[in-house]
């Protein structure tokens, strides 16, 4: 196989810390996502670049990165490490100061980093199934696109590559169906791969272009535009609004409260506008829940239909 034959390295030497497993874990869609894998000091993760399509492997030792590719986007992954692992983020406005939880939790997940792959679609398309259903629900539908449509990434790992998306775009909406993805959400994401080089774009704008070129798209609301912005921009300001669980966790967390809606959530987090997401990313690997109460939304699936 040449694709295995070329293997690019890179070794990065880090002056902070990095977790990196939970760094990159926002971009992991469930146990079993096709298109990456997490271990104890490892990320596998398969994507498509400008060149063509790669997987990088990343393997953290002590302050030693170690990266290798494969495949014909290898040398350009590589060079992108160091903007995945947030190599270039910008703390310098966010003072965890104001709230001790906030400073505890910094203090304590200081690897945890916001970084960006510069791949919109990849984070688009599976916000687009994320929309108004369960994480199960959506991410098996994820799997479900990539395991029908997608091809085998480059490298030893067995991943594989959301499709093209000409591919996407090409598939009768009833396509979808049998994947559990019903009308609307196939449409839209249809929708989008038919724009996709337009959407691509965005990484190279500024935050509030970006943000309005993705919400122009009827379908795609401020919590889609924000899972879009976290991920592929790396904007750490990136709040999703309208999110099921987020406006609990927040109210709960900085004020006591077992339940919020957005508006107390943005209320609550607004001592760190412009690193909203920052605070997000501490308050979800803080261990802490607010109580449950009420009957659980229960995962459903319209494949059998």
């Not at 790396?234 to 900085?254: E, I, K, M, Q």
Request: proline share 10%; glycine share 10%; with cysteine.
């Amino acid at each position: 196989m040449p694709d295995l034959a070329v293997m690019p390295t890179r070794t990065l030497i880090l002056d902070r810390p990095l977790d990196l497993r939970r760094t990159l874990g926002i971009h992991l869609r469930g146990t079993g996502d096709p298109t990456m894998r997490c271990a104890p000091g490892q990320v596998v993760r398969a994507t498509r670049t400008p060149e063509g399509p790669a997987t990088v492997e990343l393997r953290l030792a002590g302050d030693r990165l170690t990266a290798e590719t494969w495949g014909p986007g290898a040398e350009h992954l590589l060079a992108a490490v160091p903007a995945l692992v947030g190599e270039d983020e910008d703390r310098s406005d966010f003072d965890p100061g104001r709230h001790p939880l906030i400073t505890e939790l910094d203090r304590r997940h200081r690897g945890i980093r916001i970084g960006r792959t510069g791949a919109v679609l990849e984070a688009l398309v599976p916000a687009i199934l994320e929309q108004k259903v369960t994480g199960t629900e959506a991410w098996r539908g994820l799997r479900g696109i990539v395991r029908q449509w997608g091809e085998p990434a480059p490298g030893p790992y067995g991943l594989r590559l959301l499709p093209e998306p000409a591919v996407l775009a090409g598939q009768p909406y009833h396509a979808f169906h049998p994947l559990g993805v019903e009308r609307r959400r196939a449409d839209l994401v249809r929708r989008v791969a038919e724009r996709a080089a337009r959407f691509e774009e965005i990484v190279a704008m500024p935050r509030e272009a970006a943000a309005a070129r993705l919400t122009a798209l009827p379908g795609i609301g401020p919590w889609t535009a924000a899972e879009v912005m976290v991920r592929a921009l790396g904007d750490p300001d990136a709040l999703s609004v309208g999110d099921f669980h987020l406006p609990n966790l927040v109210a709960f967390a900085l004020a006591g409260e077992a339940r919020g809606d957005d508006a107390r959530m943005i209320e609550l987090l607004e001592p760190w506008r412009g690193q909203r997401a920052r605070v997000v990313r501490l308050l979800e690997a803080s261990g802490l829940r607010p109580p449950a109460f009420g009957p659980r939304y229960a995962p459903r699936s319209i494949a059998a239909i």
